[in-house]
């Protein structure tokens, strides 16, 4: 561009409309300059207030993380668990609890002084430490009632909320307590078929979100059998006078449990004594010396061996003298005795000729052959692991034949005479089996002879011997008592007994096991007996009267007198 003058413009300049000339170049680059200070204050702020709104998101989640488990943990969903009949013994049901975020609470004496309108038991102190933590979010009170939820929601206290959670209802109570087990404030099985299901993997299904909608387990579990064995030993316990009772029903063709309880016992729904010394599973996890039941193994191990038949006759003439000790028989006949007459009459002495005539060897492999010295492996997790001397001697060999030296669970016990029974060693399941697949897992433990030979005497002591009192008319029932002194202190009581009686039926071909324990019981009435004929078999006659039918077991009375007749060839 030219001038008035001639001479070129700078760039920068402009020519008015008069021709004069107008330099805005100052003009220009003071603007620019002001905009490029308000673009970057905008961009300091921009980042400050980001900062802060990242910082804000950091430490609500931190709280979150630190101060309350994650929404998926605490809403974790098991599945139902039910009776072989499909009858539900465990299932969820939503419940809701009161948490509080300390940094929205106004008054935390206030707020602390309405809940206990509506939760009169609560820890002022530890509630009041809670809301004045400043932390981001703190439970309060877990599982309320919907009645509790309610009133607390009225109050209106500010800063306290509900979070939705999940809590295991087990509708039958009590009755399958220490089968079916207990789940924690949180819901994770902390005890029996509950924790195996944790132990499965549940609880990695629950971590990753996958535990929905899932199919219920099945368990072998008869409630109503259930139902019959906690009736009859929580009777039979209140009736003898005893610490403790218990019983099993087993299926000897497929190792099923079909029942198994144990008193004193707990309330799943409200578990406040659970962790008492006398709640204890006594079938499986309680360890004893089991007395004369263990003179079946005895008596079938000594056939067994081939070393004596049912006609051979043992020296029980007069107490036998080993290592210091004298052992004596309760009845004795003081006579040579059969094997079959040793059983019925529970001879002491003769179950330690039996004893010495296979051999220390050859005692302990039958009863770790039959799984009863062996830590039993099964579903349930209360599992006692069974205890014997380190080196067997001969004494011991000898007291172990009538029940004393070695101590093994009661369940243990039914499961080593089903195998009598049947020939085959079962491991005892707590879940569904069918016969064919328990015979995949069965083990051949004694001869088709030795189980002939079990059943005949079983049958022969119930109607002849010290297993009368658990006869039920029609069902065949067959059995062995056992009356075990315990130890106190170190040495045997006189006075405080150990009583248990195995029964199986029908003896022409045995299905079912019950065993029942009474622990330290009292004679029911003055000039009745303390033994175990009197209280352990008559609660076991109890039970089986009571559950054969439910067992679809019919009933046979035609051959009821003639039943010791019947060869065990």
């Known amino acids: 561009m030219i001038g008035k003058l001639g001479k070129p413009l700078k760039r920068g300049t402009t020519t008015a409309d008069d021709g004069s000339i107008v330099v805005d170049s100052a003009r220009k680059a003071s603007g620019g300059n002001g905009r490029a200070r308000v673009a970057m204050t905008i961009a300091v702020f921009f980042a400050i207030y980001a900062t802060i709104a990242g910082r804000l998101v950091y430490f609500g989640l931190k709280d979150i993380d630190d101060s309350g488990p994650p929404q998926s943990r605490v809403t974790a969903s098991r599945p139902d668990i039910l009776d072989r009949n499909g009858e539900v013994l465990a299932t969820d049901i939503k419940t809701f609890s009161l948490y509080a975020e300390p940094r929205r609470i106004v008054d935390a004496d206030e707020a602390i002084e309405k809940l206990a309108t509506v939760l009169p038991d609560i820890d002022y102190e530890q509630a009041y430490r809670k809301l004045k933590s400043g932390a981001g979010f703190v439970w309060l009170r877990r599982q309320l009632t919907p009645k509790q939820q309610s009133e607390i929601f009225a109050l209106g206290i500010p800063g306290v909320g509900f979070r939705s959670e999940k809590r295991r209802f087990y509708p039958s109570g009590s009755t399958s307590g220490y089968v079916v087990g207990l789940t924690n404030i949180d819901n994770k099985g902390i005890s029996g078929m509950e924790k195996y299901l944790d132990d499965q993997g549940l609880t990695d299904l629950q971590s990753v979100g996958l535990a929905t909608d899932m199919k219920p387990v099945r368990l072998s579990i008869d409630l109503r059998v259930q139902h019959v064995v906690h009736d009859e030993i929580t009777a039979g316990m209140a009736r003898y006078h005893a610490i403790a009772a218990g019983a099993v029903v087993l299926n000897i063709k497929t190792g099923e449990v079909l029942a198994m309880a144990s008193v004193p016992d707990f309330d799943p729904n409200n578990p406040y004594n659970v962790e008492d010394k006398d709640r204890l599973n006594r079938m499986s996890a309680g360890l004893y010396e089991m007395g004369s039941t263990f003179k079946s193994f005895t008596t079938a191990m000594a056939l067994d061996s081939g070393k004596v038949t049912m006609d051979t006759k043992l020296d029980a003439t007069k107490p036998l003298r080993i290592a210091g000790q004298t052992i004596h028989d309760f009845h004795g006949k003081h006579r040579w005795l059969t094997i079959p007459e040793i059983f019925i009459y529970s001879s002491n002495i003769g179950s330690a000729r039996e004893a010495d005539v296979v051999g220390i060897d050859g005692h302990r492999e039958f009863l770790h052959r039959l799984g009863i010295l062996e830590r039993m492996d099964t579903e349930l997790p209360e599992v006692a692991r069974p205890t014997e ?42 879940l569904m089996r069918t016969p064919q697949e328990a015979m995949e897992v069965a083990k051949r433990v004694v001869k088709d002879s030795t189980v002939s030979a079990m059943r005949y005497v079983y049958r022969l002591n119930a109607v002849k011997g010290s297993g009368r009192k658990a006869l039920v008319p029609g069902y065949r029932v067959g059995g062995k008592t056992g009356t075990a002194e315990k130890v106190v202190n170190g040495r045997y009581s006189h006075d405080k007994n150990f009583n248990a009686f195995v029964a199986a039926f029908p003896m022409d071909d045995p299905e079912y096991i019950v065993l029942t324990i009474a622990d330290e019981p009292k004679a029911e009435k003055p000039g009745m007996g303390e033994t175990a004929a ?36």
């Open 389 to 430: 001397p380190k080196v067997w001697k001969k004494i011991n060999s000898i007291t172990i034949a009538f029940g004393h030296g070695v101590s093994t669970t009661p369940l243990q016990t039914a499961v080593g005479c089903a195998a009598l029974m049947s020939g085959f060693l079962i491991e005892p399941t707590f």
């Open 534 to 569: 009197w209280n352990a078999g008559v609660i076991a006659h109890n039970i089986i009267a009571r559950s054969a039918a439910m067992l679809g077991v019919k009933p046979d009375f035609s051959h009821e007198d003639a039943a010791t007749l019947v060869s065990y060839e």
